[in-house]
Each structure stands twice: as structure tokens, then as C-alpha cells.
């Protein structure tokens, strides 16, 4: 008797690729009741609320630090950015690949964790020195904040691109949040 084997492994096969095209065909946006410019509208105000949060909280805070922070960039933008790219790409894929041990697992969850709020920091410096760049301040302001919110709000919202160029700047915040911890830890 000839096996089947073959013929149901393909028919199998043939029957999951169907299914994959089906839901691929469905359009996640096809029952949504917002259109693109409420959606637009409503990431920006999400956004720019974070921005206001978290850009006045480090003014408001840390003053200071938010000077040194920004003055660093100001300073030096091409290495900011590049220990951005370091500590926003490469820590966590060297954490993840860390994680594949028992004991780079204990690494790797408090790293991440830490980098969410080293991240969370550089956000803030980058919306402080942008708005610094923008309103031709050498230092942080409440005025600075609110502009620098403003435009990484705008800029934030626009679909696709948005995302790209606030990932970019926000490198620069991240890089050097990244570099001072590094330095202060090397003591």
C-alpha cells in the first residue's frame, strides 16, 4: 500500500498557507470607527502629554543635571549619539544573548528593567535639548520644555516616519544618560 504520508504533510501544509492568506487579508482597520486624522490627532495629544510629563518632571527635579545633560550634547553630539546607538542597540541584544544562560537570565531582567528607565531619562533630556536647540537657549527652560514637547509631538505624529526620526533624536538623550551612568560607575 502507498504511504500517505507525503500527501497529507502537503495537503496540511497547503491548508495552513490558506489560512495565513485569509488572515492576512483581514485588515485590522477595517471596523475601526476613528479615521486617520482622529487617529493622528489622538497620538498626538497622547504624545505630547508624555512629553509635557516627562521633559517638565526632569526640568522641574533635576535642574541641574538636566544643564549638564543637555550642555553634554551640546558639547559633543557625535558621541552622544553614538554611545545612543550603543545603549539602545547593542546593550540589549548583548542582554538578550546573555539571557540564553540561568545565570545571564538573572543579568538580563533587572538590566532591562534599568534600561526602561535609563531610557525613560534620556527621553527627557532629549525633549530639554531639543527644545533648547529651538528656542536658541543655552539652557533648559520651562519655555524650551514646552516646545521641545511640542515638536517631538508633531514630529512623532506623523505615521512611519515619525517613529524613525524620534528614534533618532532620542539616541542623543539616551546617549548621554548611558555615558554618564558609565562614567560614574567606572568612578
Not at 525633549?127 to 519655555?143: D, H, K, Q
Not at 524650551?144 to 532620542?170: C, F, H, Q, R, S
Request: glycine fraction near 14%.
Amino acid at each position: 500500500m502507498p504511504s500517505t504520508r507525503l500527501l497529507a504533510g502537503s495537503l496540511s501544509a497547503l491548508a495552513a498557507c490558506s489560512f495565513a492568506g485569509v488572515a492576512v487579508a483581514q485588515s485590522p482597520m477595517a471596523d475601526s470607527e476613528l479615521g486617520l486624522a482622529t487617529r493622528v490627532a489622538l497620538r498626538f495629544g497622547v504624545v505630547l502629554l508624555i512629553n509635557l510629563v516627562l521633559g517638565g518632571g526632569l526640568y522641574l527635579l533635576a535642574p541641574e543635571y538636566a544643564r549638564r545633560m543637555v550642555a553634554e550634547i551640546r558639547d559633543d553630539a557625535g558621541s552622544a549619539f553614538l554611545w545612543g546607538l550603543l545603549v539602545g542597540i547593542a546593550l540589549p541584544i548583548a542582554l538578550v544573548l546573555l539571557a540564553i544562560t540561568i545565570i545571564g537570565l538573572l543579568i538580563t531582567i533587572p538590566g532591562l528593567i534599568a534600561l526602561f528607565f535609563v531610557g525613560l531619562v534620556g527621553n527627557a533630556v532629549t525633549i530639554c535639548w531639543l527644545g533648547t536647540v529651538l528656542t536658541g537657549n543655552r539652557e533648559p527652560s520651562g519655555s524650551a520644555v514646552g516646545i521641545g514637547a511640542l515638536v517631538l509631538a508633531l514630529v512623532g505624529a506623523i505615521p512611519l516616519l515619525g517613529n524613525l526620526v524620534t528614534t533618532i533624536l532620542g539616541f542623543f538623550g539616551l546617549g548621554v544618560v548611558g555615558h554618564d551612568l558609565y562614567t560614574s560607575w567606572q568612578g
